[in-house]
């Protein structure tokens, strides 16, 4: 799997970095065996008509290699991308109907919108569930979310959504950590009627009463733009929780995106970081680590 994420400054000042990305995603499908793509949110900067074309351009070039999902971040809604209304361009420019004839398109939320969606892909390790969630999930979709994972039990699941994790290894939450920035109560979407759900919310409405969520994924947050954090469940279960976000670094993050490789023989998941357009890997433990996941998902099924 692929991970692009936040691409806004690519789609507003480096288009031909958004496009090194896919294009190497589409020349390395057979030799790297990449079976899905995600997109963690931010794709534009500014939520214009503009950005949203780079975006479509570079985006676009992976439509009929690799099956991919796409989540809003604050900057894709509302006027200007600042995130006081659910309203975006996304769906002008990646249309429902685009999905549909994906193999691994399960459905979505809203009858075209493709805010919220699922779709469940093929690899050597067997099937896997990707939900894909809107910044700030509103309580209904954590609801549609709940029930899209209960009725694919079977099947070891990823979360994607644009906020979730806080660049200090915890999860985003605005009752108990006051010292932390951007969460999605702080945005004029947190006023609309369904609200917003941060991470620690998405946590206890969400991700801790499912033992098949095995990673969530997620962007956003500034400083490093890097953390992890396992929990482990009620039931045993452990889910991977994951932020990476390279836009502070030179030229928009210089197109680094992640590489998570499942070996179907072993229950190691590794995950690398690695840029295209530099044909460059950074290294470091924040960059480059391995997570183990339950047996019952590296199993072919």
Known sequence: MVVLPDTQLYAQDYPEIFDAQTQWIVEHKRSQNIAFALHEGDITNLNTPTQWENASRSLHMLDGHVPYAI????????????????????????????????????????????????????????????????????????????????????????????????SDNTRQSYDDRPDQHWNP?????????????????????LIRDH????????????????????????????????LANYQMNEEGGAGYLRIMGLDPASTTVTVRSYSPYLDMYKTDDQNEFTVEIDSRWARPH
């Open 185 to 205: 109560h702080e945005y004029g979407v947190a006023e609309l009627p369904g609200g917003v759900h941060d991470g620690e919310e998405l946590w206890n409405g």
């Open 211 to 242: 033992g098949n969520i095995v990673f969530v994924l997620s962007g956003h947050v500034l400083n490093d733009g890097l953390g992890r954090l396992s929990s482990r469940r009620d039931d045993g279960s452990v889910v991977h929780e994951i």
């Open 71 to 166: 989540v809003p971040g604050n900057h894709d809604i509302g006027p200007n991308g600042r995130a006081g209304t659910r309203d975006t361009l996304l769906n002008e420019f990646f249309p429902v109907s685009g999905f549909e004839s994906l193999p691994s398109f399960g459905g979505v939320f809203e009858e075209d919108r493709i805010d919220n969606s699922f779709h469940v892909f093929e690899t050597g390790a067997g099937l896997w569930l990707v939900i894909a969630l809107e910044f700030g999930p509103r309580e209904e979709v954590v609801r549609w979310a709940s029930r899209i994972v209960d009725e694919h039990a079977d099947l070891p699941t990823i979360v994607v959504t644009h906020a979730y994790l806080y």
